[in-house]
């Protein structure tokens, strides 16, 4: 039989094609983010300035940004198994580059190889388990592959932490090695094509539309907290993305076989789903860069103890994601929805009205129901969303919802930042003592008003399912 036919899967072979998809997640989240911990070593290691050492984590969400529009291109046209082991290939390569290379230079070359292997990983993995599982059990496998997704990246820089005191920040570079190199010996032995392919010709314009389009805003977005928005680094890619990504969707919109069918924005659900998951993730990286500068800025306290300070969360969101799968197939998204959006707006508007006198557990406790929210909600949505369209649509769905989800986060980052700053430096004149506090509470103010928001869609969306369903 011809190695890219599609092949049936026993159930052995299907629960081994799922367990290296999560452990492989797992690998790769850890240090898409463990590198944040990482900055002041590595800028230590290669005589940079700040500045210049930042792009390690801001490169690679930039590259992240670029490359996920092509992936729905490459699932529909190459075989699953020549694919998925092609991107921990790359990864690979991108992690022996970041070790053995000797500039800075290298180092980046290797984070962009990684964050392009990710891109790939990432989005075939969940076009895999939409796929090989069915209907019914969707929601508890992408619940559980939730823990790569949400739950890791969250615990890495503690690991980091811990592991570039005793070890070197060269450390977490080769624990991922270690994995995705057995990822690699296991795809090769576990993983089929299961996914069926399409004869669709490459479209180099919307390539490039796709590169301009999406990394100009993912960067823009990124450089806002640092230069300001009115700004030659933020605003000139923030306008130029803006404006190509008129033309992208304009140029998709006409052509017989898109390179990217945004189309799909057409289906209501999917589109509410799309939305929705963008507003979680906003206010979820938001406060993922907020609690740290709590913990370390505005209280004092070390690494060590932020990290403690929002473990809690991290292990909450590990232990729901799988159940928040399961329950979503039993009792649809619905109730889900509106008790997770609800969740999100207590734990935000907690942290409004904290102060230094605070005991630091009670702020642990908000983050614990916050990851709760977030992890009851990310993988539901994510799921709901792709059930939605046409299963021939599921790579362009999962791909488009990751991209705009991820521009989502980069705003987060940006612009909480940017308002706790802001407010701070307002305030510092006539309350110096407690400005960083202010800024704070502000920043989470606004991360108030996005739950609202989402709180909002979530039961506006059921008033119309209701409706239509009375019809």
């Not at 392009?116 to 075939?124: K, Q």
């Not at 796929?131 to 559980?144: F, Q, V």
């Not at 009670?362 to 983050?367: C, F, I, T």
């Amino acid at each position: 039989m011809d190695s890219d036919k599609l092949l049936p899967l026993t159930r052995r072979k299907r629960a081994l094609i799922f367990i290296n998809l999560v452990v492989s997640g797992i690998a790769t989240s850890i240090l898409s983010t463990a590198m944040t911990t990482a900055l002041p070593n590595v800028v230590e290691y290669f005589g940079v300035s700040t500045s210049v050492g930042q792009w390690v984590t801001s490169g690679y969400s930039l590259a992240m940004g670029m490359v996920m529009p092509l992936t729905a291109f490459l699932i529909t046209r190459f075989p699953t198994k020549k694919l998925y082991m092609t991107g921990i290939g790359c990864f690979i390569a991108g992690i022996l580059l970041s070790i053995m290379g000797k500039s800075f230079g290298l180092m980046m070359a290797g984070r962009i190889l990684q964050a392009c292997g990710n891109g790939v990983l990432m989005s075939t993995a969940q076009v895999v388990i939409l796929t090989i599982y069915p209907l019914e059990k969707r929601g508890a496998m992408m619940g559980s592959y939730g823990l790569a997704t949400t739950a890791a990246p969250v615990v890495a820089p503690t690991l980091a932490g811990l592991m570039i005191d005793a070890f070197g920040w060269k450390s977490i570079f080769y624990l991922v090695l270690v994995i995705m190199v057995v990822s690699f010996v296991i795809s090769g032995v576990a993983f089929e094509n299961v996914l069926e392919l399409q004869d669709k010709k490459f479209d180099v314009l919307s390539f490039v539309e796709s590169i301009f389009a999406f990394g100009g805003i993912t960067l823009g977005i990124g450089n806002i907290s640092s230069y300001g928005l009115v700004s030659i680094q933020a605003g000139l890619p923030l306008a130029v993305g803006v404006m190509v990504c008129v033309f992208f969707v304009i140029r998709q919109c006409g052509l017989a076989e898109p390179f990217l069918d945004v189309k799909i924005l057409r289906n209501q659900n999917y589109t509410v789903s799309v939305i929705s998951s963008m507003v979680l993730y906003l206010v979820m990286m938001g406060s993922s860069v907020m609690m740290p500068l709590y913990v370390q800025s505005v209280m004092g306290y070390s690494a060590v103890i932020s990290g403690l300070v929002t473990l809690p969360g991290s292990l909450a969101t590990a232990i729901v994601s799988p159940f928040a799968g399961r329950l979503y197939d039993k009792i649809g998204i619905k109730k889900i929805f509106v008790m997770g959006a609800a969740a999100l707006v207590i734990s935000n508007l907690g942290m409004v009205f904290i102060t230094v006198s605070t005991p630091l557990w009670v702020a642990a406790g908000l983050n614990v129901i916050r990851n709760l929210s977030i992890g009851s909600l990310m993988m539901p949505l994510l799921t709901w969303g792709t059930n939605s369209v046409d299963p021939k649509k599921v790579a362009d769905a999962s791909s488009l919802l990751t991209s705009f989800r991820t521009i989502a986060g980069s705003i987060g980052s940006a612009v909480f930042v940017g308002i706790m700053t802001a407010v701070s430096a307002g305030v510092a004149v006539s309350d110096g003592d407690n400005a960083l506090m202010q800024g704070l509470n502000a920043s989470f103010l606004w991360m108030t008003a996005g739950a609202l928001a989402l709180l909002a869609i979530s039961i506006l969306w059921n008033k119309i399912a209701l409706k239509n369903l009375n019809k």
